[in-house]
């Protein structure tokens, strides 16, 4: 599996960004599908997540209420679209896909986007 995040840039506070996961290599049937953070000198961090049929979906505190996060199966791509972005929010975005089954960690990362928040 092969996964293309694109969509970062650079915007003001309160701006919004979508993000887009793009996957190829196979079919993700039963796939869940998320994305990660990580800032300038820290871990990464988990920040949304969204099953195969995308009823079910996980948000980091930090951003509940802010982000969404949603698939297109059709088209093979995740989205987390990102409203009223702080300066906090600043960070390489990462998605990644494991099969439902796995309880460990993901398996397929993608190579990650850049979002950077000015204030």
């Known amino acids: 599996v092969q996964l293309q995040a694109s969509g970062g840039g650079l915007v003001q506070t309160g701006g919004s960004l979508r993000l887009s996961c793009t996957a190829s290599?196979?079919?993700?049937?039963?796939?869940?599908m998320g994305w990660f953070r990580q800032a300038p000198g820290k871990e990464r961090k988990f920040v949304a997540s969204?099953?195969?049929?995308?009823?079910?979906?996980r948000y980091a505190d930090s951003v509940k209420g802010r982000f969404s996060i949603s698939r297109d199966n059709a088209v093979s791509t995740m989205y987390l679209q990102m409203n009223s972005l702080e300066p906090e929010d600043t960070a390489v975005y990462y998605c990644?896909?494991?099969?439902?089954?796995?309880?460990?960690?993901?398996?397929?990362w993608g190579q990650g986007t850049l979002v950077t928040v000015s204030s």
């Open positions: 969204i099953n195969w049929s995308g009823d079910t979906t």
């Open positions: 990644a896909t494991k099969h439902t089954e796995n309880t460990g960690g993901y398996d397929y």
């Open positions: 290599g196979r079919t993700l049937r039963r796939y869940i």
